[in-house]
């Protein structure tokens, strides 16, 4: 057998299972985090406000790096879960964070306010991306 198709035959079932794990650590804590956020972004987003997209979209992306960077540095899925539920703690954290600064972060969401989801999006994922550096040394 070619060897490049032996090392994908043998490594296929390890990516499906830290695949598997990762996408599912990722899907929750996206549904968690909508269920902790004091406004309702699904909700939000299937009315069309913008800025309420935006902010699901940067807590879910936010979420997602620092699960990859561990992707790329561990094989252990216990480190997967671990720093998979960090970076749902860090994006409450930045929340509250950013909320504490612009006041109202919600409201202002729930309005459609661009600019407070747009700030929300940068915060989240600047900690994302320092978490994730962080996690290789």
Do not use: C
Request: overall charge neutral.
């Amino acid at each position: 057998m070619d060897p490049s198709l032996q090392a994908f035959v043998t490594g296929l079932p390890a990516f499906l299972l830290q695949g598997g794990v990762a996408i599912a650590i990722w899907a929750f804590g996206v549904w968690l985090y909508m269920a902790i956020t004091p406004h309702r972004e699904i909700e939000l987003v299937r009315a069309g406000n913008a800025a309420a997209g935006l902010s699901l979209g940067g807590a879910a992306i936010g979420i997602a790096i620092p699960i990859a960077a561990t992707l790329a540095t561990s094989h252990a899925f216990m480190d997967v879960i671990i720093w998979g539920l960090t970076a749902l703690v860090l994006q409450l954290v930045m929340f509250r964070l950013v909320d504490f600064v612009v006041r109202g972060l919600s409201t202002r969401i729930e309005n459609g306010e661009m600019a407070s989801a747009a700030v929300l999006v940068g915060v989240k994922i600047g900690a994302a991306l320092l978490t994730a550096s962080a996690l290789n040394g």
